[in-house]
Every structure is written in C-alpha cells, then in structure tokens.
C-alpha cells in the first residue's frame, strides 16, 4: 500500500512539473478581442457585442448552457449615452436608440437596425 501511494504522488509530481510551465506560460488576453481598449467604457461596449460573435450557432441555440451577458456589460458602463446605445444594440430594440442625447451616436444606433 505505501508503495502505490509513493508511486502515485511520484506520478503526481511528475504531472505537475510537466504541466505547470505550459499553464503558466499561457496568456488569457490573447484570446481576448477587445483587450486593445484602454478606456473602460469602451472595453465593457466591445465585450458587450463580442461575446456573441464568439459562439457557434450551436451553442446559441442552447441559451441555458451558454447565457448571454451582453446586458451585464452594458451595466458596467458609466456614460449614459453609450450605456443606451448598448442596451439598445444588446435587446435589439431601436426604440431606445431615442433616449441617446448624443446625436453622432444616435444616428449610429439608429444604423444597426
């Protein structure tokens, strides 16, 4: 019995040499489309309408395993024009694009539908 746990934890160990250098190497922004925005704002807007051109169509069909969180990104965005234009975008509703007081961005709203 000692020498299947001696063996098992040598096993363990050798995993874990092997496998922590290529874990750590590994870099989370890379996959990140929207990691090149500085402005916050900005960064929550692209994650916003980003995160749906990631998935297939499989995985948007299956709506319990792969939520939206669009509208969570939306929430985080502290300009009241470009949070509108976001929920806006993010619910598909023009409607909203009329509650915008920037005019440029307004119009822009008012191009996407």
């Known amino acids: 019995m000692k020498i299947i ?3 098992g934890l040598l096993g363990l160990l050798a995993g ?3 496998m ?3 874990l750590a190497s590994a870099d989370p922004k890379s996959s990140d489309p929207c990691a090149h925005h500085k402005d916050k704002d900005q960064l929550n807007l692209c994650r916003a309408f980003e995160i749906d051109k990631a998935k297939t169509d499989e995985q948007k069909k ?3 395993q792969n939520k939206d969180h669009s509208t969570y990104y939306c929430s985080l965005i502290k300009n009241r024009d470009l949070q509108t234009y976001c929920y806006a975008v993010a619910s598909k509703t023009k409607s909203q694009c009329g509650n915008i007081i920037n005019a440029e961005l307004e119009k822009k709203c008012n191009s996407k539908f």
Do not use: A, E, G, S
């Open 62 to 64: 299956n709506r319990y």
């Open 16 to 18: 874990l040499v092997f």
């Open 20 to 22: 922590v250098p290529h």
């Open 5 to 7: 746990r001696k063996v």
